[in-house]
């Protein structure tokens, strides 16, 4: 029967849809974002230590206990799912003449290693950096010591020292032995390789013990917190039975898996992400359910003379809502199955991972069960009620509760959810899990509530400005005269409308920034308490590398320095080329660094200081005991500072005159990667970088809220499509007939199309500026809780999403070409003779 009246079909189905998707994406997008918790945390860690790291020591006399630990490995291994071949890797520290260095055999290391110089025979591998500097070539015989013994071997290869390029996966467990330990005061010796018989052989059988590890490196393709577990089991089991073997390991053994921990992580961001997903979602559901409902008196409407008749033959309400049961049935099962597979590929799309555990989608198949019943539902209760008044006249009462100020109820909500829903940052209890970062419920739920109450307060008073419009004259141009007219004819449905658009842009503008505002400000935070992208701690003073002159900086350390009583930290910089290494974000507090280095380079008298403001104006400063004539001017922030130490920035050549010792540093801004590779031939002792400030995972609950807000707030779009279809659906007949007459009267088909653009357009624009509006009053009133990280500065630095905001005016401007171009369409088609006799 919905086959002659392809609109209500279509609405019902849209209906239909808009209730299951977000009913069925909860469940995907809770499960993806586990997964993608857990992917993310594999992926910035080392496989050595996801899957099974073994160590323990071995005596030189016995080194074929080795073997029988590669063995069982291998069969316990094996067992394991997703785990690797054992890597196994020796290693002591010896000496390569009078030069310390760390002796490693490894198991495959030739093939991870790009050769320079020779690759053939047996004898030692060394790095480049350090043969060039010896003046070392294959092919020489160098003096190796190692457990007391020394023996001459012959160099096999030269190769490309890994610092000089990424790192790879391979070596990423004795990353720290050839790199360093960021932050850490450990030497870095050249790694020199050998084969396992080489080592062993210039170690000879003594009873010295040596350092050994096993690793079984974790296979993290398509990894989930559901495939996950049988991994975890045979982990546990493989973990047993190697504490257990006390003959393989007659001295200590420690076994490290960090992917328990990976995953007690994941489901803990699933845990905080689930007190602010399901209540996003239910709320989309309701507002789908109340399309529903619009849809089910749309069905009666459209069906008005043939409902009339069945109830003046004693056809009763219960009757007619199953007979608009049996009618949509069909429909609404077809877009509910739409919306399971539109929430299975939106998830996998805009959400935070594609990958979905079994019972994520089970449940999502229950709940989009649940959304056809409860469609139906809607739609025959709808439709039972408004055909049981068929022939009433709206009741003065139900037109007085038009002026009820609905719009206090979700805003005394709004003030209530802030005040009495929690507002703690962390989600967990520690553990080996640890916490993450998660949005405060109140951070979700009050501006959602503030949002709905004021588009309900300005779609109250748009009716209320159209109602009082309607008796003035309006423009003469027919395109707008018409436009005008017919606005200022339905002021309800004009005013429902631009409600319906307020909100959604308003959600999607709020949401894009809080995420970019929490991104911005995580990054402000890390960068400067390092300074920059890396700062590398130098031995001695060294040039710097030509391939980073144009953003580096040389940079002096020195920490006994006293102001005004307190001790600070001091750097030594030279104001020409630090602000082009350092960080600075436009938008922190106080004077820009350009200007306070500007300052710096006319050679005024003056130091920087952060984190001490009690201190301004003074005079002099204490440098190593030394009294410097310094003008103190503080400020808020600089790069470098670290959270309760006072940071003190003075002119490169006066902490140089004061004779000091100081430790030298290397401030580089760029791609950390590329950065390291080119910083491998200097003389690092440690070095930092901002990308590693926070934990990996910690922050991630945050990103996956407002990215579900956003798709929510997508999902809201899709209502407006519908409401708008609705809109012009209902007035599609007296359109027609008005267009008629309006072509002998000779109104053009293009003056009739502007018209519809100008009507559908500017309530579109009405809603869209509301929609602004709402947002900036959302983030106004909650900007002070975007910083999960309160104790570091620099505070919230807002992000405004001009970018969406232009992408949400062009598909308004899309959508209102399109829907007048249908509209015009199907006026264009009508008959006049046909229309002019119909009496429907």
């Known amino acids: 029967m919905l086959l002659r009246r392809p609109s ?18 909860a469940a995907l997008f809770l499960s993806a974002a586990g997964n993608a918790a857990l992917q993310s945390q594999v992926a910035d860690a080392c496989p050595a230590y996801t ?65 320079l110089d020779g690759g053939r025979g047996p004898g030692v591998w060394l790095p480049d950096g350090f043969a060039a500097e010896k003046g070392i070539r294959a092919g020489d015989r160098v003096p190796v010591t190692t457990a007391g013994r020394t023996v001459t071997l012959p160099v096999a290869a030269v190769y490309r020292d890994l610092r000089s390029d990424p790192d790879q996966p391979y070596w990423c467990s004795l990353a720290e032995l050839y790199r360093g330990k960021p932050l850490g005061e450990t030497p870095i010796y050249p790694l020199a390789l050998l084969s396992r018989e080489d080592f062993l052989g210039a170690a000879g059988g003594s009873g010295v013990q040596i350092g050994t590890t096993i690793e079984l490196p974790l296979d993290a393709d398509g990894l989930t917190t559901a495939n996950a577990v049988p991994v975890l089991d045979g982990l546990q089991r493989l973990r047993d039975d190697t504490n257990q073997a006390v003959d393989r390991y007659p001295d200590r053994v420690q076994f490290v898996s960090n ?165 703690d940052v962390q989600a967990g209890a520690g553990g080996a899990a640890g916490t993450v970062a998660r949005v405060p419920p109140r951070l979700v739920v009050a501006p959602i509530l503030l949002v709905i109450a004021l588009a309900i307060a300005a779609a109250r008073a748009v009716r209320w400005l159209l109602s009082r419009a309607r008796a003035r004259g309006g423009p003469q141009r027919p395109g707008w005269f018409l436009a005008s007219r017919r606005v200022l004819a339905g002021p309800v449905a004009a005013a429902v409308l631009t409600g319906a658009t307020a909100v959604p842009v308003a959600l999607a503008v709020y949401g894009a920034s809080v995420t970019g505002s929490v ?15 890396v700062v590398f701690s130098l031995e001695t003073r060294a040039p710097v590398p030509p391939a980073l002159a144009d953003r580096a900086s040389l940079v002096s350390a020195y920490g006994n320095a006293r102001v005004a009583g307190s001790t600070v930290e001091v750097l030594g910089v030279d104001p020409a080329t630090f ?32 984190g001490l403001n009690r201190a301004h104006g003074m005079s002099t400063v204490d440098i190593g005991g030394r009294t410097v004539p310094l003008t103190v001017v503080a400020v808020p922030q600089l790069p470098g500072k670290k959270s309760g130490n006072p940071l003190l920035v003075v002119r490169q050549d006066v902490l140089d005159g004061l004779g000091l010792v100081t430790r030298p540093q290397l401030w580089v801004r760029g791609d950390p990667d590329e950065i390291l590779a080119e910083a491998s031939g200097l003389p690092v002792r440690t070095y930092a970088e901002a990308a590693n400030v926070t934990a990996a995972g910690v922050y991630s609950p945050i990103t996956y809220t407002f ?134």
Request: aromatic share 6%.
């Open 259 to 423: 992917l328990p921990a990976m995953t007690d992580r994941a489901n803990l961001v699933v845990r905080a992400l689930a007190g602010t997903v399901v209540p996003l979602a239910a709320a989309a559901t309701l507002a789908g359910l109340v399309v529903a409902g619009a849809a089910g008196g749309f069905w009666v409407d459209r069906r008005r003379a043939e409902l009339t008749v069945l109830s003046a033959r004693g056809v009763g309400p219960a009757a007619l809502a199953g007979k608009a049961v049996l009618e949509v049935a069909l429909v609404v099962a077809a877009g509910v199955a739409g919306g399971w597979f539109a929430a299975r590929a939106l998830v996998a799309s805009a959400g935070p991972s594609g990958l979905f555990t079994p019972a994520a989608v089970h449940g999502s198949i229950w709940a989009v069960a649940g959304a056809f019943g409860v469609t139906l539902g809607a739609v025959a209760l709808v439709a039972a009620r408004r055909a049981a008044h068929l022939f009433d006249v709206p009741p003065v009462r139900a037109r007085r509760a038009r002026w009820v100020p609905w719009e206090l109820l979700p805003l005394a909500a709004a003030v209530a959810s802030w005040f009495l829903l929690g507002d």
């Open 579 to 610: 602000g082009r290494a350092a960080f600075w974000d436009p938008a922190l507090p106080g004077p820009s660094l350009d200007e306070l280095l500007g300052r710096l380079a006319r050679g005024e008298p003056v130091a920087l200081l952060a």
């Open 8 to 25: 209500v079909a279509v609405a019902v189905a849209a209906a239909a849809f808009l209730v299951a998707l977000p009913a069925a994406a």
């Open 519 to 533: 991104d911005r400000t995580l990054h402000a935070e890390g960068q400067l308490i390092v300074g920059t992208d």
């Open 51 to 115: 899957g099974a790291h073994v160590s323990s020591a071995l005596r030189l006399d016995n080194p074929g206990l080795l073997d029988v630990r590669e063995r069982a490995l291998t069969t316990e291994g094996g067992r394991v799912p997703r785990l690797s071949a054992p890597v196994t890797t020796l290693l002591q520290q010896g000496e390569l003449g009078r030069n310390k260095v760390n002796l490693v055999a490894r198991t495959g290391f030739a093939d991870h290693v790009r050769v």
């Open 707 to 840: 990215g579900f807000l956003a798709a929510v707030s997508l999902l809201c779009g899709a209502i407006i499509v519908v409401g708008l279809l609705l809109y012009l659906t209902a007035k599609a007949r007296a359109r027609r007939s008005a267009y008629v007459l309006l072509r002998r009267m000779s109104v053009t088909p293009a003056d009739h199309w502007r018209a519809l653009c100008f009507e559908v357009g500017g309530l579109l624009l009405a809603g869209f500026v509301a929609g602004l509006v709402l947002a900036v009053v959302a983030v106004g009133l909650t900007a002070g809780a975007f910083d999960v990280n309160p104790s570091t500065l620099p505070g919230t630095l807002l992000s405004p999403p001009w970018g969406l905001a232009a992408g949400l005016a062009a598909a308004a401007a899309v959508t209102t070409a399109l829907a007048a171009g249908a509209a015009q369409r199907a006026v264009s088609r009508a008959r006049p003779a046909e229309v002019l006799r119909d009496a429907r």
